[in-house]
């Protein structure tokens, strides 16, 4: 039971007596007034209680308070009172038996306050004046704030040419002292746990300190900070290689190319944030992106992008030329087709345009080739004006690419047809009929008038026996004379008439020298009269006869229809 349950009932039962003394108290004629009673006494009031410590200023964790309450009354109880509450007891705390002394083991910072006691009777409660104990403690952790800024780790990133204030947190009482000292170690002359810096530059770029003393508990303890001052960030720029880019070959590095450090890094393509794949890779804190396996899609456009926090810079755009190709080669014709050709069929003369097309990058470079010319066309057009057979066979297209170093082909079927008639197959005929016409009357015309002048009579009876054809046996004597006369073909199977020239059979000029006889000056026909007339060619051919066979060139001559002589025509001498 506690020292406050026992005061309460002792205040009740004084207020219960004096009730019931209130109740019957008699009237004051009828009161009877005791003479020298011992067996009544009357109490004094109770005294004002007196507090006093042992020290009323310590240091925490170092020291000891005992506080004394002092009364001259006795069957009292003392109680203590802290900070006008009663007072809470634990371990840190010893009471000693009579409850007037009090003892605070290990003074804490929050035994710092009013202290009281109280002394209670039955009757009344009194209680003293109040004292104060003072506990001296820190500086604890100090911590420094900014404001602006952003903590990156340990550090705190500022902005250039802003203003920035720092503040020092940390407990202590009494408050204590406060010295920062800059990155170069420059000490500034005034105590205050504010630090204000206008215009900030990179010369205030490293780690400032605060030294915090408390020169009551002799304590000092040191904070720092370190401080980044971030520069306002300028357009950073993305370099390519200088080199041909080529599909399928690679890696290919792209660099976010900036004067400034300590900064974030992000690509975009095509406004798109670009995260990293199995073919796109980030190095050097992100300032480098890797393309793998180069594609033909892959141009871009590419874009980095820098910041900290109080800043952002993107660069402008960049696109990549990848050269690629030549992909698949067709042949169309003309201009303006998209038919892939493999065979074409044409008339002579005609005109015809091809055109070579594939996809590639640079365009291709074209080259045709026709299977019958040496003549090799460039461009990607050919143009033919009018086909001839040197056009026949198979054409070749040859696109190139010199950077890929890639090559292609492919061919058409050129086939040249023979120019068709422009006449019908009726004029056609007629033309025919009527050439053979006017070379027959021509002929039949000339014939006539040549059997005129020659006198040749132009129709026999047809009783005139026909003799045997027998040849002239001069003709077979001068087989052997010598090669010193003129030449003249001889038919074996041709009589010579009498009076008469034989008309001769005109031999081929590839005749061997064996079909010809040498024909003396004097060799006349034994019947033949000279005449005074101018005299006659000494050869009269018949139409041409085709060459013997080598084999047997005697009997290869024909046999006269009518071996008699006087059928034939006779020279007229006067012609």
């Given amino acids: 039971m506690g020292p406050a349950d026992s005061g309460s009932r002792q205040w009740t039962g004084i207020l219960l007596s004096a009730s019931l003394l209130t109740a019957w108290c008699l009237p004051a004629a009828a009161q009877i007034i005791p003479r020298d009673n011992p067996l009544i006494t009357i109490q004094n009031p109770l005294a004002k209680p007196t507090i006093s410590a042992s020290q009323n200023t310590v240091t925490e964790h170092r020291e000891m308070v005992t506080f004394y309450c002092g009364t001259m009354d006795v069957n009292v109880t003392i109680h203590w009172v802290f900070q006008n509450q009663p007072l809470v007891f634990n371990e840190r705390m010893l009471l000693s038996a009579d409850g007037k002394v009090l003892t605070l083991l290990t003074v804490q910072r929050e035994d710092s306050g009013t202290y009281q006691c109280e002394a209670w009777d039955t009757l009344e409660t009194q209680s003293s004046d109040t004292t104060f104990l003072e506990v001296n403690y820190g500086p604890d952790s100090i911590k420094i704030k900014w404001e602006p800024g952003v903590a990156s780790g340990e550090v705190v990133e500022v902005l250039e040419g802003s203003t920035v204030n720092f503040q020092v947190e940390t407990q202590s009482h009494p408050d204590p002292d406060y010295t920062w000292i800059f990155p170069n170690n420059y000490k500034l002359p005034t105590t205050m746990r504010t630090l204000t810096i206008d215009t900030v530059s990179r010369e205030h770029e ?213 120019e068709p008639s422009s006449l019908s197959a009726g004029a056609i005929a007629g033309i025919v009929i009527g050439v053979l016409a006017g070379v027959a009357l021509v002929s039949g015309l000339g014939y006539f008038f040549y059997t005129r002048k020659a006198g040749c009579p132009l129709e026999r009876s047809g009783d005139s026996p026909i003799p045997e054809a027998t040849p002239p046996a001069s003709a077979r004597e001068h087989r052997t004379q010598s090669n010193s006369y003129k030449r003249s073909p001889v038919y074996d199977n041709i009589p010579e008439p009498k009076g008469q020239i034989g008309v001769k059979k005109k031999l081929p000029p590839d005749l061997p020298e064996q079909f010809y006889e040498k024909e003396p000056p004097s060799s006349t026909p034994r019947d033949y009269s000279p005449s005074p007339r101018k005299p006659p060619p000494k050869f009269v051919m018949h139409p041409p006869v085709p060459p013997p066979p080598r084999g047997d060139l005697e009997g290869s001559y024909e046999t006269l229809v009518n071996p008699e002589p006087d059928t034939y025509c006779q020279i007229n001498p006067s012609v």
Wanted: hydrophobic share 40%.
């Fill in 206 to 418: 490293g780690m400032f300190r605060c030294l915090v003393s408390n020169n009551a508990t002799l304590l000092s303890r040191l904070g720092a900070l370190t401080v980044r001052v971030l520069e306002k960030l300028t357009k950073p720029q993305v370099e390519a290689p200088t080199w041909d880019l080529v599909e399928n070959v690679g890696p290919v590095n792209l660099t976010c190319q900036t004067t400034h450090r300590r900064v974030q890094v992000q690509w975009f393509l095509g406004d798109q944030p670009l995260l990293p794949s199995e073919r796109l890779t980030l190095l050097d804190d992100n300032l480098t992106l890797v393309i793998h396996s180069l594609r033909r899609d892959d141009t871009g456009p590419y874009e980095c992008e820098i910041w900290h926090w109080g800043s952002r810079a993107r660069s402008d755009p960049l696109g990549l030329t990848i050269n690629y190709g030549p992909d698949r080669v067709d042949i169309t014709r003309g201009f303006s087709s998209s038919a892939v050709v493999g065979t074409i069929h044409e008339r002579l003369n005609s005109s015809l345009i091809l055109q070579c097309q594939a996809e590639s990058k640079p365009e291709a470079e074209y080259r045709w080739f026709l299977e019958h010319s040496a003549v090799v066309y460039v461009g990607k057009q050919l143009v033919i004006g009018a086909l001839t057979q040197e056009h026949k066979g198979v054409c070749s297209c040859r696109a190139s690419n010199s950077l890929t170093m890639v090559t292609r082909f492919a061919s058409v079927l050129i086939q040249v047809d023979p």
